[in-house]
């Protein structure tokens, strides 16, 4: 049977989605704020729509005669479109409002792992009171991690002794007066990302990917979305031990275990500290740029996965091309404090194609992914968030960083890149603290 899916969502993992879901057994529809070309191109139909207004989610799912159903972005998650979807009959690949709370409610996060002892989990205190949270910075010795509750599009975390000091820090909450803040020991190491597979008590772990949340190259400036991502041909990034991503892999396992029918994807954030491996968050969904490394490596089909979920049956065994990515962001001037959204901008299709170089089947690819751009009459439009994405990808993460840089050649206009994701200087930094961690 030819199945209909609907993607919620239209940014870079929203296209990463759909083009996993192109040229398989089937019809794919899609929602999302903005018109998203390159989801647009491969969808059946398109409607731009409030994609946390559930009913408007459900209604365009009915019209379609959806069979299916992907949530990629984190906000309709929360929102309970998973749970309305499931409603109206339609399966949804994506966990409901409820346990969505992993990662939409931080304070939820943290008391969860330690009421079922989940390794890796930071000392932390929960606060509603914005001055009562100020003192608890004063009174602890050691930096802390200061995390309003609920969702802030990876941006609201400020770590004291990294980016602000205690005085930033409480200058920060009082601005604020967020309802509800965790303040945690703060780790210090090398991030990394595992996301999984999980339904029907199944659970398939993906490559680990690095992410780079500032906004400037260096590792300087604001937290963002994640400005790039990479990924290497195996399971593990050059900087970890095997043991050290199976760690990750553990405890991604044993928080689906507590987590008890859970449906979706289960993206762990972890840092390898001095004191091995621990949980950073979780996110109930792909990372934003790591689906982009993730599936297109992916042999096996994205829609088997989504069917055997539906089915209650357990999840295929996943299988991936031995290939190592490099995924590079481009956004708009500003982006993430002063974004100057509704810019007009050109992005060089030739030039990615030129860079996927001649299809003669030497594995060596680019691919291009539209984020969140609206697509009007006249042309392509930056909205407030990240634009687009190249993704360079070979056998090793040089040779995919020079495809990735290739493929965005020209592409500097109106938009911004950290063009050291994936470089060898940069990775050779990661291996090197990662070394001085571990006290070799
Ligand atoms: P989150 O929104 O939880 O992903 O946090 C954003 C960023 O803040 C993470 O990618 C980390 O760089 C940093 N961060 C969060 N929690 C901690 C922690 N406990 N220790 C050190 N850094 C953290
Ligand atoms: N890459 C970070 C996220 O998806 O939240």
């Known amino acids: 049977m030819t199945e209909t899916v609907l993607l919620v969502g239209g940014g870079g993992r929203g296209h990463a989605i759909a083009r996993a879901l192109e040229g398989t057994d089937c019809e794919l529809y899609a929602c999302a704020e903005n018109r998203n070309p390159g989801i647009a191109r491969i969808a059946t139909g398109f409607e731009t729509l409030e994609t946390t207004n559930s009913s408007a989610v459900t209604s365009y799912a009915e019209e379609v005669s959806a069979t299916l159903a992907v949530v990629g972005p984190e906000k309709p998650l929360e929102a309970g479109v998973a749970d309305a979807l499931t409603e109206a009959g339609v399966f949804a690949f994506g966990p409901n409002a409820d346990a969505a709370r992993i990662e939409t409610d931080k304070a939820y996060q943290r008391r969860f792992m330690r009421e079922h002892s989940i390794p890796g989990c930071p000392a932390f205190e929960t606060f509603e009171d914005t001055e009562r949270a100020c003192e608890y910075i004063d009174s602890s010795e050691t930096d802390l991690a200061v995390k309003p509750a609920g969702l802030t599009g990876g941006k609201g975390v400020k770590v004291i002794g990294d980016q602000v000091n205690r005085d930033e820090a409480k200058q920060y909450l009082r601005e604020n007066d967020y309802d509800r803040v965790v303040l945690e020991e703060r780790f210090v190491g090398e991030e990394f990302t595992v996301q999984a597979f999980v339904a029907n008590d199944t659970f398939r772990a993906t490559p680990a990917v690095q992410d780079h949340k500032r906004a400037y190259e260096g590792d300087e400036g604001p937290n963002t979305g994640g400005m790039g991502s990479y990924s290497d041909a195996g399971l593990e990034l050059p900087f970890m031990t095997e043991e050290e991503y199976r760690e990750a892999v553990r405890i991604l396992d044993a928080t689906v275990e507590a987590l008890d029918d859970y449906t979706g994807v289960l993206y762990g954030q972890f840092m390898l500290t001095a004191d091995g491996v621990k949980v950073i968050e979780y996110n109930a969904r792909f990372g934003d740029p790591e689906a982009m490394n993730t599936l297109p490596v992916m042999n ?17 065994k996943l299988s991936f091309a031995p290939r190592a990515t490099v995924c590079k962001y481009a956004v708009p001037e500003g982006y ?66 020079a495809i990735a840089d290739d493929a965005l050649a020209g592409a500097d206009e109106g938009v911004r890149i950290r063009h050291d994701v994936g470089t060898e200087a940069l990775v050779q930094k990661r291996i090197d603290h990662a070394n001085e961690l571990r006290g070799d």
């Open 336 to 401: 993430p404090e002063d974004p100057s959204g509704g810019t007009r901008i050109a992005v060089d299709e030739e030039s990615v194609r030129r860079a996927a170089g001649d299809g003669s089947g030497d594995a060596n690819d680019a691919q291009l992914f539209y984020a969140s751009v609206d697509e009007r009459e006249d042309g392509i439009y930056t909205t407030t968030s990240r634009a687009f994405a190249v993704v360079g990808i070979a056998e090793t993460i040089p040779e995919a960083e």
């Open 300 to 316: 096996t089909e994205f829609l088997d996965v989504l069917v055997a979920a539906r089915e209650g049956e357990e999840l295929p």
